[in-house]
């Protein structure tokens, strides 16, 4: 392919490298499976464990946590790619990554952290994350789902829709409006 506008040599050696990678991925076990996939309207969920054991999964966050401390160019690469071959792929690994991995990361405690992430990287735990609802679409300033802290945790009232991953999830990543605020 034609790079009229040199962007290649902008990327580093190693983001060049993860993206070769994931075409490679993409071309070989991805683009084979899509026309059964669509047929049967399937997702296929070997592609999980292929995804993670290539690193894909939480791919920014530190490698303590199976991350791989990848730069942010890095992961739009590999989700350019992922794109390439199958959109539920991509949004597979954009859920898990960014919106159920990256929350944990940044606002959950040590326990959390210890308990989801590595596993979460590993595709061992699969997230989904529930902020469309039927009424409000994906605008967290009118939903109308609440959240209350009970003993042992919280209450939630609600509905979501729209939910990626959550067919095969094991967490969910929840946005609910609470006494303190939109959580």
């Known amino acids: 392919m034609d790079d009229l506008l040199f962007l290649d040599e902008q990327l580093h050696d190693d983001e060049r490298m ?6 490679r991925f993409v071309s070989q076990d ?10 049967h309207a399937t997702f296929p969920k070997e592609l999980i464990k292929k995804s993670a054991d290539l690193g894909l999964l939480g791919l920014t966050l530190p490698a303590q946590y199976g991350g791989a401390d ?7 690469l590999v989700c350019q790619e992922l794109e390439r071959g199958d959109s539920g792929l991509r949004s597979f690994v954009s859920v898990q990554s960014s919106l159920c991995m990256y929350p944990i990361f940044r606002y959950g405690d040590d326990a959390q952290k210890k308990r989801f992430l590595s596993k979460m990287a590993a595709g061992e735990v699969i997230g989904c994350f529930g902020l469309t609802e039927p009424d409000s679409g994906s605008d967290p ?5 609440t959240a209350k802290k009970v003993d042992g945790g919280w209450r939630l ?9 959550a067919t095969i999830a094991d967490i969910a990543i929840v946005w609910a409006t609470t006494k303190d605020g939109i959580r």
């Open 18 to 23: 993860i993206r070769d990678s994931v075409a």
């Open 30 to 39: 991805v683009v084979p499976l899509m026309p059964e996939a669509f047929e």
């Open 70 to 76: 990848a730069s942010y160019v890095a992961y739009g």
């Open 141 to 145: 300033a009118s939903m109308r789902t």
């Open 157 to 165: 009232n609600g509905a979501k829709m729209w939910i990626t991953n």
